[in-house]
């Protein structure tokens, strides 16, 4: 029974194969972009315009407040409505590049925050221009409060890919729901599915809490 | 452009997302309870010196974390009439949410407990209290203190992650509005109405989270 059901799980495993390189481009694709975005939007939060930070203070918050899989609906059904057609694909980069870059964007904040104002004033008495001070001052020192959570925002990003398999992406996700209508053992698909993820994300995990202890120590902070 | 945008629909539906809104909040308060309790159960595992508990709790905790909720959903939703257990679709998902909720809180309380310094443990061997009275009497009031915000900042997203049981026909919020999305083609208004009542939920939580701060005497208390 389980034999019949094991061979019938492997003979759909081209499927299986092009579900996991789809969460695997959809997580990269929007990995890259949401972290472009995100130190972007991070930086000009930052950066002393008032109507600027307070309009990305408030976008970050309404994505921060809304369901991921809500977003998605919003982004696959009215975007076409506004005259922008688009397809499940390129629905899921935007969706999924937008959640990261708010995400990010209040991780480099908090990052850029941790930077003691002394250090900023001494490059500007050093008369470095903005955007040296950005580079070669502040943004060094932040991101050693930066990195470790930026690896936990990455595992949250390609776990959270799964949800585009609802406007029918066939990702890993898609792939264990459609499997399991024809072999009726959903322990077994979806543990064949969980364990799909965890390869993925279980060193992501594992480099996250390394960064924080190595991080954590160079700072002389004492871990627990 | 959105030029024929229905409130009047809206305003037709709005018994049926109120009901959605109330299930969506329920749903969520009994899967918190449970991850409360699931949380508690695994800290205590993981805080053993003995690993007959602490590798098992350390397993669930990363396979949870490792894999995505939807997974873990369609695991339990597809996989326990397998095991002979037919339960309706909202125990599926609080059962889902409860049991991934728990893993998370499981580490904010263990952070919590391991934040407390050991000096006020060893004040407490010192004063001859047991380990029971040490743990009741000194470290958890203290623990306590420090986990209330990271406790409802997992509420908050135990909030948003129930929107994902309208995908196993559960009708909450996020299934009203596919409903409407559906019935009369209305994806704007059904999807940016439930995002509205969303985000009520969102900003009462983070308020409540600011103010517990605030009354627990944290200072800088981040949510």
């Not at chain 1, 000009?44 to 408030?58: D, F, V």
């Not at chain 1, 959270?160 to 322990?187: E, Y």
């Not at chain 2, 309870?33 to 350390?58: D, S, T």
Request: aromatic share 10%; net charge positive; with cysteine.
């Amino acid at each position: 029974m389980i034999w019949q059901q094991l061979q019938s799980i492997a003979g759909s495993y081209p499927l299986a194969l092009r579900g996991l390189g789809m969460t695997v481009v959809l997580s990269l694709i929007s990995l890259v972009l949401g972290t472009l975005l995100g130190f972007g939007l991070g930086i000009l939060r930052t950066g002393g315009n008032r109507l600027i930070s307070g309009a990305i203070g408030a976008w970050v918050d309404l994505i921060r407040g809304t369901p991921f899989l809500v977003q998605i609906f919003l982004i696959f059904f009215i975007l076409p409505e506004l005259g922008i057609e688009l397809d499940a694909f390129t629905a899921g980069i935007i969706a999924l590049t937008n959640l990261a870059a708010c995400f990010i964007c209040e991780i480099v904040v908090a990052g850029i925050r941790s930077v003691p104002t002394g250090q900023v004033e001494a490059a500007l008495a050093s008369g470095l221009s903005r955007w040296q001070r950005m580079r070669q001052v502040v943004l060094p020192q932040a991101m050693r409060i930066v990195l470790p959570p930026l690896v936990g925002q990455y595992v949250l990003l390609i776990k959270d890919s799964s949800v585009v398999s609802a406007i029918g992406l066939t990702d890993l996700t898609r792939v264990g729901w459609l499997v399991v209508q024809r072999v009726p053992n959903g322990l077994l698909v979806f543990f064949l599915v969980g364990l799909g993820y965890f390869i993925v994300c279980y060193p992501l995990i594992m480099l996250a809490r390394r960064l924080e202890q190595r991080m954590g120590a160079a700072h002389g902070e004492v871990q627990l | 452009m959105l030029e024929n945008f229905s409130f009047r629909t809206i305003v037709e539906y709005l018994p049926l997302f109120g009901q959605g809104l109330v299930t969506t909040v329920w749903l969520s308060v009994l899967s918190f309870a449970g991850a409360l309790a699931v949380g508690i159960v695994l800290a205590a595992m993981n805080l053993q010196r003995g690993r007959l508990f602490r590798v098992p709790a350390k397993a669930y905790i990363d396979a949870v974390r490792a894999t995505p909720l939807l997974a873990q959903l369609y695991f339990l939703y597809f996989g326990l009439p397998r095991l002979g257990l037919i339960l309706p679709e909202f125990v599926v998902g609080i059962l889902a949410l409860s049991l991934n909720s728990g893993a998370y809180v499981a580490e904010i309380i263990r952070a919590g407990i391991l934040s407390i310094p050991r000096g006020q443990v060893e004040a407490g061997v010192a004063s001859g209290m047991t380990y029971v009275q040490r743990m009741r009497l000194v470290i958890l009031p203290q623990a306590f203190k420090v986990t209330i915000p990271p406790l409802l900042g997992q509420a908050i997203v135990l909030v948003k992650d129930s929107a994902l049981l309208s995908l196993i026909s559960v009708a909450e919020l996020t299934r009203a509005g596919q409903l409407l999305a559906s019935d009369r083609f209305m994806p704007a208004e059904g999807f940016i109405t439930i995002a509205a009542f969303y985000l009520l939920l969102y900003y009462g939580l983070k308020g409540l989270a600011a103010l517990s701060g605030r009354w627990l005497g944290l200072a800088g208390a981040r949510t």
